[in-house]
């Protein structure tokens, strides 16, 4: 969607950038003594780039995710994807997920491309341009390096979401119930209009809604 903007934008909001500390993972009060899990890819280690086949330049699957470390009194887990580097006043939401299974699991290569299965639990809230489904990382070309975080949090049993909820409804419940978290980040670049993994992190471009 992105790809076709011009060179000259990207470079001119290089350094307009959300930030890691706009994270939900940063706004959630978890990281002080509380439990942490584990949160890992098949597709990426942490702080490495995210294979184009995963991005709006590939096939823009949902990458694979395994998780550990979930407390034995949760009753569900919520991801919520951000890009960190999006040029607009906090990170840009790329998926959110709801009511996922409360134990060490995993989301298998592309499962938020696909409707929740009607017999589960799995919802998905909304991302940034409003839409119920996964966004594939699209950075601007010429913007350099994006971070995308994935973050995960286990919720006690007290958490309740609306159909499609969005991402000041999952920091609320995240605060109020949270047990545990954990983060993974992969990064992705489009430089120029062509795929370039290497570049440095700078600062970073994204739009829209929230």
């Not at 990207?10 to 993972?25: E, I, K, S």
């Not at 949902?62 to 999006?86: H, K, R």
């Not at 991402?167 to 949270?178: M, N, P």
Request: glycine share 10%; charged share 20%; aromatic share 6%.
């Amino acid at each position: 969607m992105l790809e076709n903007l011009p060179d000259a934008l990207g470079h001119a909001l290089r350094h307009r950038r959300a930030g890691l500390d706009g994270l939900a993972f940063h706004h959630t009060g978890l990281r002080s003594g509380m439990a942490a899990l584990d949160v890992r890819s098949l597709a990426f280690a942490d702080h490495a780039p995210i294979p184009a086949l995963y991005t709006a330049d590939g096939e823009g699957l949902s990458p694979p995710l395994q998780w550990t470390g979930v407390p034995a009194n949760a009753a569900s887990l919520v991801l919520i994807v951000e890009d960190a580097d999006a040029p607009t006043p906090k990170p840009l939401v790329h998926a959110i997920v709801v009511g996922l299974p409360p134990e060490d699991g995993a989301l298998a290569e592309g499962a938020l491309n696909q409707p929740p299965p009607q017999d589960g639990e799995l919802r998905l809230g909304r991302n940034s341009y409003l839409f119920a489904r996964w966004l594939p990382p699209d950075p601007p070309p010429g913007h350099g390096a994006h971070r995308y975080a994935f973050q995960l949090f286990a919720l006690d049993a007290g958490a309740d979401f609306g159909d499609t909820p969005g991402r000041e409804a999952v920091l609320e419940a995240v605060q109020e119930h949270g047990l545990a978290s954990g983060m993974l980040i992969g990064t992705y670049t489009r430089r120029d209009g062509s795929i370039r993994q290497d570049d440095a992190l700078p600062l970073a471009a994204g739009p829209l809604v929230r």
